[in-house]
């Protein structure tokens, strides 16, 4: 399959102080490791098992997934932000993959 | 002199024993004449029904603007390498030949409504007593920002089947592994609401078929559900995992433009990029219901949940897409089912027949991989002045494998029987 692709909504500029909403989804089957396939054998757990959000090398966000979290999971959060910065998003796959993205913010 | 075959004789000693086969004319100085505009689901069947069941005492002309009909209903099969183009595609041959219809070939453009009179695009004017409209669908192309008639020849929309649906088949054909596909569904009310959906199915068939493991296919929905939606998410965690992604507007935010050349398609969220687009606009009926006057805000045609009659015009029936019908969907087996009611209801109006009590009935069939086929259906009656429904049946989740295949058995029964109705 595809290989998850992470997408992000930051607003590129805000006022200091100001309460920003950012939105974050990555396409995941989240396999939840109870299905059977068609010959009746369990299909393996394969879920993105940890979400964080970082904003300038400090954590502001962090979420652990199970796997009865649907397929595709999608994140809406609010953050404060009184600097300019980068916001730094990372999933953890069961697989050790970790998939990663960024955005910046101008604050003025 | 009447001839009857013995399928009609059944029908017709139920209707009456004393008009037996031979319709009594209420108007005594010519023929009645009818005219059907649109030669789909809806029109082809209610103007072969009412020159079959009139046997010759109804004048039936069917106006449609192309000699051949290439049906909706199966272009996902098509699409998915389960039918060929021929095969969903029919003439009217059968209905001039052997039932006495006149076909008439052009563009229906408007209604003379004062003189119960059709006007055809080069100038023909044809004179009715009863007026059976069913145009179908027309789109709203600016729905969506950036889509039009012309961006629809490089992202088909394919919601009318035909040459569009030819061109998205032979772009899903033409994909390579990697390359995307994300389609952008219409808003309710529109033409077969599983639909979509069925189609995503079948475009997944045919990239896996292929061994593609990097394409993927994004849905970008402007409603928050659809129909079917447990058994087709299902279907595709099964069929097809990792390959489909649905997205809502609580998601999404919105869909803010499309741009065809490049590809993309912008949503409050985030631009989706493929190198197929799938735009199905809002839609409502079809052109010739607007500029006659028979449509409403919704721009769609109310009518009597009885008889399918236009409420805005007693002397014509509107049916199908177009059409206002309750809890009836917009498909070609409610077209069909509204088209016999309707059928009855002018012969008897016209000739003196038995109108029965109008009764409903529709089912979707969705392929959603080889022998997994799904369904939903319910029968219908007026209550109250709406069609509402009465009874209906679901698929389930997790149903066996066998009972799916029949379903895809009886959707290849119903595809026989409809087109046996509708072109003879």
Request: hydrophobic content about 40%; overall charge negative.
């Amino acid at each position: 399959m595809a290989a998850p692709k992470p997408r992000v909504k930051v607003p590129k500029t805000a006022s200091a102080g100001d309460i920003i909403t950012i939105k974050t989804l990555i396409s995941h089957t989240m396999e939840s490791g109870q299905r059977k396939d068609k010959d009746g054998k369990p299909i393996p757990r394969k879920i993105i098992n940890k979400f964080t959000c970082e904003f300038n090398g400090q954590k502001v966000f962090e979420c652990d997934l199970d796997p009865a979290i649907s397929a595709n999971p999608f994140f809406e959060f609010n953050a404060k932000v009184n600097e300019s910065g980068a916001f730094k998003f990372t999933w953890v796959d069961d697989d050790g993959s970790v998939y990663s993205s960024e955005s910046k913010i101008e604050v003025k | 002199m009447t001839r009857l075959t013995r399928r009609q004789f059944g029908s017709v000693a139920l209707v009456s024993a004393v008009a037996l086969g031979v319709p009594v004319y209420l108007r005594a100085q010519a023929k009645p004449r009818v005219v059907v505009v649109g030669g789909g689901a809806g029109g082809a069947t209610a103007a072969h029904f009412l020159a079959r069941d009139s046997a010759g005492a109804i004048d039936v002309t069917l106006i449609d603007n192309s000699d051949v009909h290439t049906t909706c209903f199966f272009s996902n099969l098509y699409l998915g390498g389960y039918r060929s183009f021929d095969s969903i595609t029919h003439t009217y041959g059968r209905l001039e030949a052997e039932y006495g219809i006149t076909k008439r070939t052009g563009r229906a453009i408007a209604i003379e409504r004062d003189a119960n009179t059709v006007v055809m695009e080069d100038g023909r004017r044809l004179e009715y007593d009863r007026l059976i409209l069913s145009p179908g669908i027309s789109f709203i192309w600016d729905s969506v920002p950036g889509y039009s008639r012309e961006a629809s020849k490089i992202a088909p929309h394919a919601w009318k089947a035909g040459p569009q649906t030819q061109l998205l088949k032979a772009k899903l054909d033409a994909l390579e592994d990697g390359q995307n596909i994300v389609m952008v569904p219409p808003p309710n009310p529109y033409r077969c609401p599983p639909a979509p959906y069925e189609r995503v199915s079948m475009m997944a068939h045919v990239l896996r078929s292929k061994g593609y493991r990097n394409s993927t296919i994004t849905i970008l929905d402007p409603k928050e559900k659809f129909s079917k939606q447990g058994l087709f998410q299902e279907g595709w965690e099964n069929h097809y995992p990792g390959m489909i992604e649905w997205i809502g507007p609580g998601i999404h935010g919105g869909i803010l433009s499309v741009d065809v050349e490049a590809g993309a398609v912008e949503t409050d969220f985030d631009t989706f990029e493929g190198a197929l687009l799938n735009i199905i606009p809002a839609q409502r009926a079809g052109g010739i219901a607007q500029v006659a006057g028979l449509t409403d805000d919704s721009g769609y045609c109310p009518v009597d949940a009885d008889s399918m009659r236009s409420r805005m015009d007693r002397n014509i029936h509107v049916i199908g897409d177009a059409a206002i019908a309750g809890a009836m969907p917009k498909s070609a087996f409610a077209a069909n089912s509204q088209a016999r009611v309707v059928a009855n209801h002018v012969l008897g109006e016209l000739t003196g027949w038995k109108i029965f009590p109008a009764h409903y009935s529709n089912t979707c069939w969705s392929l959603i991989d080889a022998d997994d086929a799904v369904k939903v259906g319910a029968e219908y009656e007026p209550r109250d002045g709406a069609i509402v429904s009465i009874h209906s049946v679901i698929s389930q989740l997790q149903e066996d494998a066998s009972l799916r295949k029949a379903n895809y058995e009886e959707a290849l029964g119903w595809y026989a029987g409809i087109t046996a109705d509708m072109f003879g």
